[in-house]
């Protein structure tokens, strides 16, 4: 660099000297005109310089990015990370643009009346002959681990009518596009978006919103004016990213690309080969967020599974094939399985998730039971039917168990074929419990993590109903569900995310709340869609399966340590009944390491799910969630690895050398030995091969879809916490006490008997920071900016919208008997 920069001062080699300045002398008045050339000469010269400097520092970026992007060479993986952080991830508050959907492919032959019907037809009778099937066949056994994954991924009645309908619609595209030769283009294609069909719409009932209204509406409908039926709302098709990738175009789970004919590996071998065994924990964080994360994932997504006519499971791994299940999709065991091999276990069961209606022609899609919002809806239920079957009716409390000693516990299910409720327990007077989401007993972390929040609701309803005892149940139930909401909300934000995602990104995204309370600037924009996009469920938000260690610490503050294995506290809720049960769950959350976000899991997870304790005298061998993960991805039409890369926009990772820049070279290995090429790589696995962003705990295409998910959370939000206009707005006073939530606040208040508790309690403690500290130090929550007498200032005083807006507030809501259910209307 010298060689090239010291001719410049001196106006020799190849550049020209610097002419001397010529202009008239008043442009620096006071100055000789000597003087003045001189300083024009340097200043002539400084400016040349730089700009030589920039060109050159440019001509370098250039060629560094050229050699990287296209001849794949080699350098520093994290020279990617840093700028696909700076310059693709970090800044940008406006979410990803979706792929738009794919034209039809069949505009050569245009669908006629006649034809359409002619293929619903087709469908209908593919589902009669479905149910037939169906009739002869025998379910997966009671608290078997395929019956215990069935009942983590229960599907509602409402969900089974729209899943028929979806299969009728699914079955309708493939008669078209066999009578009409629709055949698959090379690559990733589909069908693409085809004309209406016509049937009965189970979701045709009139809808007449309230978009003034102050509290949500449980199934999320009537939150965008533009879609008040789709934006968000529970029962309706997961939104696309990027277009799916069926193997047929229209529903046959996703294939190789390969033009040798190659074929993908089974999940099973991926999960061997790859994600394989590792017990390297992340000092720095407790399983209380993947705890919260698990939580959090249930309130927002809930997908629908296939199930026979009456809600039961399907068996998939019968040894005849004549009768095996249409919608069936085992995965394969191969005959040397290391583990799988010690049971002659050779098919491990998986059933598709149902087929969601979309009312036209076209490729599969899945359906969402979850409001996409985060609304609480884990504990009330999205649907008004259950949330009427968790209230009590009286002043605006949730429906609890009280115990012998006093204590609250959620509603009990009696159901003895739920999965969980075992006849030893019953005998003893235990049972499995009730909550808004049908996943509450999926493990007992994320059962004492509902009985938290549902004592939380009533702790909100009964300081309301006590400050002001004039309002009635509905009123109190509802400003305290919409409290309790918001809380959920600000911890994912304030506390969840920026571990997710690292502070420094998090508040790039505009993900951290804005506690600056000068700032008047609205969240909301009508034209963002918050639906949970399909990859974001089937694959990006299952990274915290990851981070699950084998052991559990169940050692109370100042106790003798005890340890449980992950596999033993699935569908195991009992130990909630004893005295500080719900203590020790929460602990036990608190004061365990988690694994590392990346390609490595516990073989509780691999071997061991949903495995059947040893007292039902049944095979002790469980399920691989990771193969469950990838086979589910591919059900779905999930599209490669890089795919994804490039729709972030981030470098591409088309070949093996591309790729070699965004992992390391050991993972990479492991990669080619199984996968035919680059654009086989599933989504999963390549995404959690990616070494973490700087301050973050996984990589950028898992920053990027996850960051985009809650962009859309928050942005597309009618009903967001921290509007600063509508009447669903908090006021000023309201809002500065929920900034004040922290998860420890409400460990604190809802446990039995924790008295101390770190701040954050999702990180571990380090020396100086993040110290234990006592219940009575955390910041309590007022309540008197509730205050009804606080809030009527006289009306004269205020404008008259504000006016008009204070009494809608204030105004009680239907009463218990004039109620309307989802399929009625709502009164402006």
Not at 136 to 152: D, E
Not at 315 to 330: G, K, L, R, S
Not at 566 to 583: R, Y
Request: glycine share 6%; hydrophobic share 35%; aromatic share 8%.
């Amino acid at each position: 660099m010298t060689d090239e920069t010291t001719p410049l001062t001196t106006g020799s080699t190849g550049f020209a000297a610097v002419p001397p300045y010529q202009g008239p002398a008043y442009v620096f008045p006071g100055v000789s005109p000597r003087s003045r050339r001189n300083k024009m000469n340097q200043f002539q010269c400084c400016i040349t310089v730089t700009l030589l400097v920039i060109v050159i520092a440019a001509l370098c970026l250039a060629l560094v990015m050229n050699n990287s992007y296209r001849d794949g060479a080699s350098g520093p993986s994290f020279f990617f990370a840093t700028n696909e952080t700076d310059a693709t991830l970090a800044g940008n508050k406006v979410p990803l643009a979706d792929e738009a959907e794919a034209e039809w492919a069949l505009t050569h032959e245009p669908v006629n009346k006649r034809a359409g019907e002619q293929a619903v037809s087709a469908g209908i009778k593919a589902l009669g002959d479905r149910e037939i099937l169906e009739e002869g066949l025998q379910p997966s056994a009671v608290n078997t681990p395929a019956f215990r994954h069935y009942r983590s991924l229960s599907t509602n009645p409402e969900a089974r009518k729209l899943a028929r309908r979806g299969y009728v619609e699914n079955h309708a595209t493939m008669n078209i596009a066999q009578r009409f030769n629709y055949s698959k283009e090379p690559g990733r294609s589909n069908i693409g978006h085809g004309p209406r069909i016509v049937l009965p719409d189970p979701t045709s009932d009139h809808l007449k919103c309230d978009f003034n209204a102050r509290y949500r509406r449980a199934n999320g409908v009537c939150n965008n004016k533009k879609h008040p039926r789709n934006f968000g709302a529970a029962m309706v098709p997961y939104r696309r990213m990027v277009a799916p990738d069926y193997a047929d175009g229209i529903s046959t789970p996703r294939a190789s690309h390969n033009m040798t004919g190659g074929r993908l590996p089974p999940a099973r071998e991926v999960s061997l080969r790859i994600h394989r065994s590792s017990y390297d924990t992340d000092s720095n964080f407790t399983v209380m967020l993947a705890v919260f994360g698990q939580f959090l994932d249930h309130d927002i997504t809930a997908t629908s599974l296939t199930t026979s006519q009456e809600g039961e499971s399907i068996d998939c791994c019968v040894p005849d094939i004549q009768t095996q299940h249409p919608e069936c999709f085992p995965v394969l065991i191969l005959p040397d399985d290391p583990f799988y091999i010690q049971y002659n276990v050779t098919c491990m069961n998986f059933v598709r998730s149902a087929p969601a209606p979309t009312g036209h022609f076209g490729p599969r899609q899945q359906l969402n039971q979850a409001t996409s919002f985060i609304d609480g809806s884990v504990v009330y239920g999205n649907l008004d039917q259950r949330q009427h079957q968790l209230r009590s009716f009286i002043n605006g409390t949730l429906r609890m168990y009280l115990t012998d000693d006093g204590r609250e516990l959620l509603p009990i299910s009696t159901n003895s074929e739920d999965g969980c409720n075992r006849v030893e327990m019953t005998r003893e007077g235990k049972y499995c419990f009730e909550s808004g989401d049908d996943r509450a007993n999926e493990n007992l972390l994320l059962t004492s993590m509902h009985l938290l929040w549902a004592r939380h609701h009533n702790y909100l309803a009964r300081n309301l109903n006590a400050l002001n005892p004039d309002w009635d149940d509905e009123h109190i139930y509802q400003e305290a569900r919409k409290i309790l909401a918001a809380q959920l909300a600000h911890i994912a934000y304030n506390e969840f995310l920026p571990v997710l995602l690292g502070r420094d990104l998090a508040a790039a995204k505009g993900l951290l709340p804005d506690i600056n309370e000068d700032s008047f600037s609205d969240t909301y924009d009508a034209d963002v869609d918050p639906t949970i996009a399909n990859c974001f469920a089937a694959a990006a938000f299952r990274f915290a399966h990851t981070l699950l260690p084998g052991l559990f610490n169940m050692t109370r503050e100042n106790r003798t340590p005890e340890a449980i294995e992950l596999h033993k506290m699935l569908f195991n809720p009992f130990s909630l009944w004893a005295e500080h049960g719900i203590d020790h769950a929460l602990q036990a959350a608190s004061n365990t390491a988690v694994l590392r976000v990346d390609r490595f899991f516990s073989p509780e997870v691999t071997q061991k799910l949903f495995e059947g304790p040893e007292e039902d005298h049944l095979p002790i061998c469980g399920l691989d969630l990771v193969s469950l993960n990838i086979q589910r991805g591919r059900d779905h039409g999930i599209p490669a690895y890089p795919v994804f890369r490039r729709h972030c926009r981030l470098p591409p990772v088309d070949s093996w050398d591309q790729m070699a820049l965004a992992m390391d070279n050991v993972t990479l290995q492991s990669i080619m030995q199984i996968y035919n090429s680059p654009a086989d790589v599933d989504v999963y696995t390549g995404a959690l091969s990616e070494p973490p962003l700087e301050g973050a705990i996984f990589g950028p295409l898992l920053s990027c879809i996850v960051s985009d998910q809650f962009l859309r959370l928050k942005r597309g939000d009618s009903h967001w916490y921290e509007r600063k206009v509508g009447a669903q707005r908090f006021s000023k006073a309201q809002l500065a006490e929920i900034y004040k939530t922290t998860l420890a606040a409400i460990i604190c208040r809802n446990s039995d008997g924790i008295t101390r508790v770190r701040q954050r309690v999702m990180e571990r403690h380090k020396l100086g920071t993040n110290e234990y500290m006592d219940c009575a130090q955390l910041d309590s929550f007022d309540f008197e900016p509730w205050s009804a007498a606080k809030q009527m200032k006289p009306l004269h005083k205020m404008g008259f919208s504000q006016a008009l807006t204070l009494v809608r507030v204030m105004q009680p809501t239907q009463s218990k008997n004039n109620r309307s259910l989802d399929t009625g209307t709502v009164a402006n």
